[in-house]
C-alpha cells in the first residue's frame, strides 16, 4: 500500500524558512519522480517542484525558483522541500506527489494528505 506522510508544516513569520519531509512506503521510492504541490483556498493546485528519481533533474515553478529547493534521500525514502524567503503568498496546503515513471512528467498517480504551511507576521 503506498503511503505519502507530510511533515514539517506551521506559521512562520515573512522572510522565514521551513523544510517539508515527504515519507514514502509502499512502493520502491528511488525508482520514481517526486513533486510537490500546493493549494491556497479558493485556488488551484499549483504545481511547486518536482525532482527525477535520482534527484539528476529538478524543475520549478517560476514563482518558488530561488527560493525554494527540492531533494531526495532515496537511502530514507523521503523527498524534501526547504523554504527560504518565505512570503505571505506562500500560505497553502502542500502535498507530495509520486510520479508513475522515473523521469519528471504532468503524471502523478499518489498524493499525500498534506501539511499546512502559513506565512504570517
Known amino acids: 500500500q503506498v503511503q505519502l506522510v507530510e511533515s514539517g508544516g506551521g506559521l512562520v513569520q515573512p522572510g522565514g524558512s521551513l523544510r517539508l519531509s515527504c515519507a514514502a512506503s509502499g512502493f520502491t521510492f528511488s525508482n520514481y519522480a517526486m513533486s510537490w504541490f500546493r493549494q491556497a483556498p479558493g485556488k488551484e493546485r499549483e504545481l511547486v517542484a518536482s525532482i527525477s528519481y535520482r534527484g539528476g533533474r529538478t524543475n520549478y515553478a517560476d514563482s518558488v525558483k530561488g527560493r525554494f529547493t527540492i531533494s531526495r534521500d532515496n537511502a530514507k525514502n523521503t523527498v524534501y522541500l526547504q523554504m527560504n524567503s518565505l512570503k505571505p503568498e506562500d500560505t497553502s496546503v502542500y502535498y507530495c506527489?509520486?510520479?508513475?515513471?522515473?523521469?519528471?512528467?504532468?503524471?502523478?498517480?499518489?498524493w499525500g494528505q498534506g501539511t499546512q504551511v502559513t506565512v504570517s507576521s
Open positions: 506527489a509520486k510520479s508513475p515513471t522515473s523521469a519528471i512528467s504532468r503524471s502523478y498517480d499518489y
